[in-house]
């Protein structure tokens, strides 16, 4: 299995905070990534799709980038309802194994 | 806009079959550009892919549970189901239904269920 490794497990941020989530690949997946917002009881939600490209009705405040091993989320300035879990997921071979999470706190 | 909802059991004993059903309405399970998939995470854990089916029946399993694992698909009521044997508390966990658009060069679950909690206990 292809393993991925999210970076940092959580982090304690502020509303307006500029954060990045690293995303790691175990071996080249190429842009077969990507990354999903789950908050607790809620279904989770594509955010970034193929490393880079925003989903539809995304705010633009989300971005993705990477290819081959390494990937990156970043949120320009945090807003209250992005306080959740953010996970990501490789879809180069089955099976499409996801990251840890990382886990957005209020500071 | 799709909309998919979990049914089944809140509470299995071990060692029995765990059997969940997904629902798709809003649109056709019917359909050349979709992956029909099944996700679980267990509590205080991540997410796990467990497989999915296309509808022409042709399903891929993650082989940790391959040998206890069947995805069937029913197109005529726009189902999907997931039966798991032999399960033990490792199977605690809430199970989400998802769509995977693989309509392109990737492939993205899109929309996702709810989830149910299935609970491993005797």
Redesign the interface.
């Given at each position: 299995?292809i393993q991925m490794t999210q970076s940092p497990s959580s982090l304690y941020v502020s509303v307006g905070d500029r954060v990045t989530i690293t995303c790691r690949a175990s071996q080249i997946i190429g842009?077969?990534l990507?990354w999903?917002h789950?908050k607790v009881g809620?279904?989770?939600?594509?955010l970034i799709?193929?490393a880079s490209?925003l989903?539809s009705g995304v705010p633009s405040r989300f971005s993705g980038s990477g290819s081959g091993t390494d990937f990156n989320l970043t949120i320009s300035s945090l807003q209250p309802e992005d306080f959740a879990t953010y996970?990501c997921?490789q879809?180069h071979r089955?099976?499409?194994?996801?990251?840890?999470?990382t886990k957005l706190e209020i500071k | 806009q799709v909309h998919l909802q979990e049914s089944g059991p809140g509470l299995v004993k071990p060692s029995q079959t765990l059997s969940l059903t997904c629902t798709v309405s809003g649109g056709s399970i019917d359909s050349e550009d979709y992956y029909w998939t099944w996700i679980r995470q267990p509590p205080g854990k991540g997410l796990e892919w467990i497989g999915h089916i296309y509808y022409s029946g042709t399903a891929s399993y993650n082989p940790s549970l391959s040998s206890r694992l069947t995805i069937s698909v029913d197109t005529s009521k726009d189902q999907f189901s997931l039966t798991l044997l032999s399960v033990t508390a490792a199977d605690t966990a809430v199970y989400y239904c998802a769509r995977a658009d693989s309509g392109n060069w990737y492939v993205t679950l899109d929309s996702w269920g709810q989830g149910t909690l299935v609970a491993v206990s005797s």
């Open positions: 299995d842009r077969n990507n999903y789950h809620k279904a989770p939600k594509v799709y193929a490209s989903k996970y997921q879809t089955i099976p499409y194994t996801f990251g840890q999470g | -």
